[in-house]
């Protein structure tokens, strides 16, 4: 154990495995793990504890989702081996212990699938960011909105199966709360004469276009645009237009050029971009409507929804799932048996806690979201309230659970000019000097794109000198120093194969010869080539759009 005769148990990987302390009074220890080679290392504390003694490298938190970002933001393979050591504190209660390994144990799960989407769409995030950055400079970003309703209501609308239970009641909101969706929720909204205030566009992918056909979207207050998503977003005949970054720190690099955080924390559903936003622009309290998390009598959209015909269908060994549309339906899939056209691939069925009590059915990446808002919700109790009234699917645990008609009598009390506020947040935005800064930031990332290019070039050279002779192994450590320094200022260039740049990253911290280290390294220097000429000419395109 961990303090106990050995600073590390048999076979801990210090560059690799996660530590998280929990409590006063660990500052000796922390040095020694940190002098011993420690990096992923955390220290979970009261709010008020001192800080000033503990080393720069051990990431303090005080709340499980400042634990939870910062478990999402590690770089690299994820952890094999994982300890949580509670200090002898009085602060430090079993409960609070449990709470914290159950959080640590959540954001991994969280983490895997995180990378499992970033392996899959990092290129496509990568182009599109690139290829929007004249959009992005020539709008306002969410950074501008921070504070704009300290405690206004907040309605979060999504298209889940039991939307249409309460939806009547929405329309009575509108005015005294900040009705907020995504575009996949528009066709269910309109089909009920519900006009939303804000509107999210956070996927990449180009079919979340269909979403606005046949939708009147020019009374929608404001369209947030991910910043990685696909550029017809930016011509929608909505009134404003936000932009934010979509995937949280992934692509937060797309707002260097301007200087601003336009992050929005988020556990890989779009609803919880919505939440992060409605807390940073002090919305209290936020209700949910929609969002069952789950699949009530095999149904995954609301009836109303474009993919309301969508129903989940179960796998033939009973632990799996997949989705259908009727036969002859319009949309990418193949047939089954039953002549169903089948949407998804497999997944596998999991059971959570039911909003009306007992179990109900739920996906692998539905529970993670759940995750996400339940750890979310644990961080603000006392803070802000959220109260899912979606009433049906899965218990949001630490969420207040109610009627929507309930809610909106006992707290929708003011009124609200949405577009107004909008207008006061942004009335000194000026796109000119925003766009001169983007452009000099363009033009420095083109210029440090050359360098890398050759740095990685020439790195891969000396680990094929030093696969034939050892005495070379100097000159390739140089070189990789002045390779990763030169990659510091065009970070965004990992998002290319990243799953290759993780496994490499594995084989070399799990090679046992110095030919399987080399021939490691020599696979993250060829990606660094293909990522350097890949971006390339996105980059000059964007540069001469800002001209």
């Not at 955390?42 to 990431?59: D, N, Q, R």
């Not at 932009?243 to 609803?271: K, P």
């Amino acid at each position: 154990m961990i303090g106990d005769g050995g600073l590390f148990p048999e076979q801990w990987d210090t560059s690799r495995d996660l530590l998280v302390v929990v409590g006063r009074g660990a500052e000796p220890l922390i040095e020694q793990l940190v002098a011993q080679g420690q990096q992923r290392l955390f220290v979970y504390l009261p709010e008020e504890a001192p800080t000033a003694a503990l080393p720069s490298s051990a990431k303090v938190t005080t709340s499980p989702m400042e634990l939870f970002e910062g478990i999402l933001a590690m770089t690299g393979p994820l952890p094999k081996r994982t300890i949580v050591r509670r200090q002898t504190d009085p602060w430090v209660s079993e409960e609070l212990h449990s709470e914290v390994a159950r959080t640590v144990d959540e954001s991994l799960r969280s983490k895997r699938l995180q990378m499992g989407t970033v392996d899959k769409q990092g290129t496509a995030w990568l182009l599109q960011g690139i290829a929007a950055l004249p959009d992005v400079a020539s709008r306002p970003s969410i950074a501008a909105l921070r504070g704009a309703f300290v405690k206004r209501p907040c309605i979060i609308i999504s298209p889940g199966p039991s939307l249409e239970k309460n939806i009547e009641h929405l329309a009575s909101a509108k005015g005294r709360a900040v009705l907020m969706t995504c575009t996949h929720a528009l066709s269910v909204l309109q089909a009920h004469d519900v006009v939303p205030d804000v509107v999210f566009a956070a996927d990449p992918s180009p079919a979340l276009l269909r979403h606005y056909e046949g939708v009147d979207v020019s009374g929608i207050e404001a369209l947030m645009v991910g910043a990685t998503c696909v550029r017809e977003h930016w011509k929608q005949r909505a009134r404003r237009f936000f932009s934010f970054a979509s995937n949280d720190r992934i692509d937060d690099w797309i707002f260097e050029g301007v200087a601003e955080n336009a992050r929005l924390a988020t556990g890989g559903s779009v609803a919880c971009s919505e939440l992060s936003l409605a807390l940073e622009m002090g919305c209290d309290p936020v209700i949910f409507v929609g969002q069952d998390l789950s699949f009530p009598d095999g149904h995954y959209y609301s009836p109303s929804n474009i993919d309301g015909a969508s129903r989940v269908k179960p796998g033939a060994d009973g632990t799996t799932f997949y989705l259908v549309k009727p036969g002859g339906t319009e949309a990418p899939g193949e047939a089954d048996a039953d002549g169903d056209l089948r949407t998804t691939r497999p997944q596998q069925l999991q059971k959570v806690a039911g909003y009306h009590g007992g179990l109900v059915l739920t996906s692998q990446s539905f529970h993670s979201f759940l995750i996400w808002f339940e750890t979310v919700a644990r961080s603000l109790e006392g803070k802000t309230m959220l109260i899912n009234a979606t009433e049906g699917g899965a218990n949001i645990r630490g969420m207040q659970h109610k009627p929507l008609a309930d809610v909106i009598s006992a707290y929708l009390r003011d009124d609200i000019s949405v577009g107004a506020v909008l207008d006061r947040a942004t009335a000194d935005f000026d796109p000119g000097p925003r766009r001169a800064r983007m452009r000099a930031w363009i033009e420095e990332r083109v210029e440090r794109i050359r360098p890398c290019l050759e740095q990685a070039s020439r790195c891969r050279s000396l680990a094929r000198k030093a696969s034939r002779d050892a005495s070379g192994l100097e000159d390739l450590q140089k070189a990789e120093a002045d390779l990763s320094r030169a990659l510091k200022p065009v970070r965004f260039l990992s998002l290319i194969a990243q799953g290759e740049i993780v496994a490499a990253q594995q084989r070399a911290q799990e090679a046992t010869s110095l030919e399987e280290n080399l021939a490691a390294a020599e696979a993250l220097f060829q990606v660094v080539e293909r990522a350097c000429r890949i971006v390339h000419a996105p980059l000059e395109a964007a540069l001469a759009e800002l001209a």
